[in-house]
């Protein structure tokens, strides 16, 4: 499975059209946006449209700066291929996204390891692709030079709890593109420019 992952646009013309342009060269099984898609909800409506126009279905957490998280799950109701995943999954066969979004400035959840709790008893054998705006503890996604690790801790305890094939997170600019790992699980702040990430199960 073919992802196209990205974080972090802020209604930025040039990152939308680097992704535009990305999706429709590699036409990725799905989009994956961890968070702040827009600025202050700056055109947030027309950016949704535009990427919905792809017909490639597009998962979709909020970050901070994005509109209110029901402003941005009535959006995705109105759409064809937006699928809102904030503290919920979507099931694919093998496969089981899950996605958090908000915040990231955190660096403990409790509300999240109570979600996370609840959606361990749905994972079953699949492979899970956990999206959250936060990124992960301790690792170079969350990694500010000069002010060291700021990520979230409650996440990086989840990663080692249910070990996901992928994590997708955004937030910390300064981290945006950098790729580590924990286990077997491939961890990526991928920023507004996107990566393309090819999913073998």
């Known amino acids: 499975m073919k ?4 974080s972090d646009v802020h209604s930025q013309r040039k990152y939308i059209d680097i992704l535009i342009e990305k999706a429709k060269k590699e036409n990725p099984d799905f989009l994956v946006c961890a968070g702040d898609l827009a600025d202050w909800g700056k055109n947030f409506i027309e950016i949704v449209k535009e990427f919905d ?7 979709l957490i909020p970050g901070n ?5 029901e402003d941005v799950k009535k959006i995705s109701k109105e759409t064809k291929n937006i699928i809102y995943l904030h503290s919920s999954s979507y099931e ?12 990231g400035f955190s660096k403990v959840d409790e509300k999240f390891e109570r979600i996370v709790e609840k959606f361990k008893k ?3 054998d699949r492979k899970v692709v956990l999206v959250t705006h936060a990124p992960v503890y301790g690792t170079k ?3 500010i030079p000069g002010n060291a690790h ?11 709890d249910i070990n ?3 994590v997708v997170c955004g937030h910390i600019h300064e981290s945006a593109g950098n790729i580590d790992q924990i286990g077997n699980t491939i961890l990526i702040n991928p920023g507004p420019i996107g990566k393309i990430i090819n999913l073998e199960f």
């Open 150 to 160: 700021v990520g979230n801790k409650s996440i990086l305890k989840v990663v080692k």
């Open 164 to 166: 996901p094939l992928l």
């Open 122 to 124: 749905t994972i079953n």
């Open 53 to 59: 126009s792809l017909k490639i279905p597009m998962i």
């Open 3 to 6: 992802l196209l992952v990205f």
């Open 141 to 143: 996604t969350d990694y």
């Open 92 to 103: 694919l066969n093998d496969l089981i996204f899950f996605g958090y979004g908000g915040g």
């Open 65 to 69: 700066h994005d509109e209110d998280e």
